[in-house]
């Protein structure tokens, strides 16, 4: 088998092992959800533990819970019982990760949870196993096996293990309420923050450097409009001000191949009337979204008026961090 052969074999075992996951969601699911938002509404926090590779997982699903805003910590099994209890509170969850259920570490940890007034969920896959009889609620992750040809190193079923920590982390963070500007306060420093924070008129590019014409000027005098700012793209306004379409050095090269008088007529005859375009006072995030989805360079800034006051140019972006 060829490295891309096996790499493929191993894409397709994992993907079926996450459909075979899925189908396993019941009211568990919700009964899970249901505990760990009464407990953050409360002021508790999500404790994590696991051994091993599960417990590598751990610290994944606790840095996605805390950057979207439910705060999770990692506790070590081992160092548990020698002290780190002390990071448990009554009230809080506890998010115990074992594929087997049976890991000497975790089980000997029990007992001192069990002090605790606490929730434990666990993700196994093993639903009969110790780790699950002692839970709350038991998330069900059974793969039907590994990517790894001996069936042994933990792959589908830390796969498997990772979406349902994101498939928690989504949920919770629906039932929560948590809204895209909540981003900003847990990434102030990233692009994600950056896109939150920032408006669009913030980044715009204004005055001298955003090209605007009327639709009765010749497409000559546009060129030089487009040149003075040094920009890829011109809006067009009408007679009111408002903006009426756009036109592009693409669209001149298109238009130019076909008609030997082009540069005489007015740009009405050659825009693209209502162009997508974005409120100056929209997120950056909503720009970035735009460019992500649509197939163009730039995007056109208007006020409440539908006047164009900017342009934001794509490769403006990654100067700005935001992407």
Do not use: W
Not at 76 to 101: E, K, M, P, R
Not at 176 to 190: L, M, S, T, V
């Amino acid at each position: 088998m060829s490295h891309l052969a096996k790499a493929r074999e191993v894409f397709d075992i994992e993907l079926a092992a996450i459909k075979a996951v899925r189908a396993l969601l019941d009211e568990s699911f919700d009964r899970a959800i249901e505990a760990v938002v009464a407990a953050l509404k409360n002021r508790g926090k999500i404790v994590i533990v696991g051994i091993g590779k599960s417990g590598n997982v751990g610290h994944k699903i606790a840095a996605t819970l805390t950057s979207t805003g439910s705060t999770a910590v990692i506790l070590n099994s081992v160092d548990a019982l020698h002290g780190d209890l002390g990071i448990i509170n009554d009230g809080d969850v506890i998010l115990a990760l074992s594929y087997s259920g049976e890991s000497e570490e975790l089980l000997n940890l029990l007992p001192a949870l069990k002090r605790f007034s606490v929730k434990i969920i666990s993700l196994t896959g093993n639903v009969k196993s110790a780790l699950a009889r002692h839970s709350d609620v038991a998330l069900n992750v059974k793969v039907q096996k590994e990517a790894c040809p001996f069936n042994l190193a933990p792959t589908s079923s830390t796969t498997a293990m990772l979406v349902m920590g994101d498939a928690l982390a989504m949920a919770i963070l629906s039932a929560r309420g948590f809204k895209q500007e909540d981003f900003a306060k847990y990434h102030p420093n990233g692009a994600i923050g950056r896109a939150m924070l920032l408006k669009v008129g913030d980044i715009m590019r204004s005055g001298n450097r955003n090209a605007v014409a009327a639709e009765n000027l010749s497409i000559k005098e546009a060129l030089f409009v487009m040149t003075q700012a040094k920009s890829g793209s011109l809006a067009v306004v009408n007679a009111r001000g408002k903006l009426a379409g756009v036109f592009t050095d693409g669209d001149f090269r298109r238009h130019m191949a076909g008609d030997e008088n082009l540069l005489g007529k007015p740009l009405k005859k050659v825009m693209t009337p209502k162009p997508i375009c974005i409120s100056e006072n929209a997120l950056a995030v909503e720009a970035l979204k735009i460019f992500n989805e649509r197939n163009i360079d730039d995007l056109i800034v208007v006020n409440a008026k539908n006047e164009p006051v900017g342009l934001v140019d794509s490769q403006d972006l990654p100067k700005l961090k935001i992407v």
